[in-house]
């Protein structure tokens, strides 16, 4: 089981924080990758980036500049920091198990519940 | 990037229609495809993965079939708890990314 946890409201150019705490077993444990999503109000969805461990990460090059994913094994969590965020980073925040490919993230399952955040000032 | 093109956006249908949903990727993704479902409020599921395999505690009716550029989505016999918003989703090359939906709705 996955839940996102953090602030549901941001200031412009401020830096958006959340994190994913996983239940029901080690983060650290098994192979998966570890991943954001997000949805904008009434839009799809998009991939932000994805976590294997401290020295395997990847992001979505449209947001890459501005995006950090980091894990924390001790307290079975990863998170994700999206600096300098405008009213078009307002969206549900998914986070998401997901499956590996070729040593790359493939699938996603399950997902968190998602939390809200808002841009504005 | 990979772009992932749904059809259609969105539909109309009964309890009990067969339904399908095509998925067209911009270049060959062999069967590196997803297919989710999502309901109003709610985070997606995964339904189908590998093009054509069925997710454990999956539905029957639900199957996924398609290989290369072009993949397709079917609901054997629409049920009243399957309106909902369907995604496919690509992981043959990074960024990962998802088609822009089909929402079924009732007729």
């Known amino acids: 089981q996955l839940q996102e946890s953090g602030p549901g409201l941001v200031k412009p150019s401020e830096t958006l924080s959340l994190t994913c705490t996983v239940s029901?077993?080690?983060?650290?444990?098994?192979?998966?990758?570890w991943g954001w999503i997000r949805q904008p109000p009434g839009k799809g969805l998009e991939w932000i980036g994805s976590?294997?461990?401290?020295?395997?990460?990847y992001y979505n090059p449209s947001l890459k500049s501005r995006v950090t994913i980091s894990i924390n094994t001790s307290k079975n969590q990863f998170s994700l920091k999206l600096s300098s965020v405008t009213a078009a980073d307002t969206a549900v925040y998914y986070c998401a198990r997901q499956g590996q490919n070729q040593w790359l993230p493939n699938w996603f399952d399950p997902w968190g519940q998602g939390t809200v955040v808002t841009v504005s000032s | 990037d990979i772009q992932m093109t749904q059809s259609p956006s969105s539909l109309s249908a009964s309890v009990g229609d067969r339904v399908t949903i095509t998925c067209q990727a911009s270049q060959d993704i062999y069967n590196y495809l997803n297919w989710y479902q999502q309901k109003p409020g709610k985070a997606p599921e995964l339904l189908i993965y590998?093009?054509?395999n069925l997710e454990t505690g999956v539905p029957s009716r639900f199957s996924g079939s398609g290989s290369g550029t072009d993949f397709t989505f079917t609901i054997s016999s629409l049920q009243p708890e399957d309106f909902a918003t369907y995604y496919c989703q690509q992981y043959d090359n990074l960024p990962l990314t998802f088609g822009g939906g089909t929402k079924v709705e009732i007729k």
């Open positions: 590998d093009a054509s």
């Open positions: 976590i294997y461990d401290t020295e395997s990460s």
């Open positions: 029901g077993g080690s983060i650290s444990s098994s192979s998966y990758y």
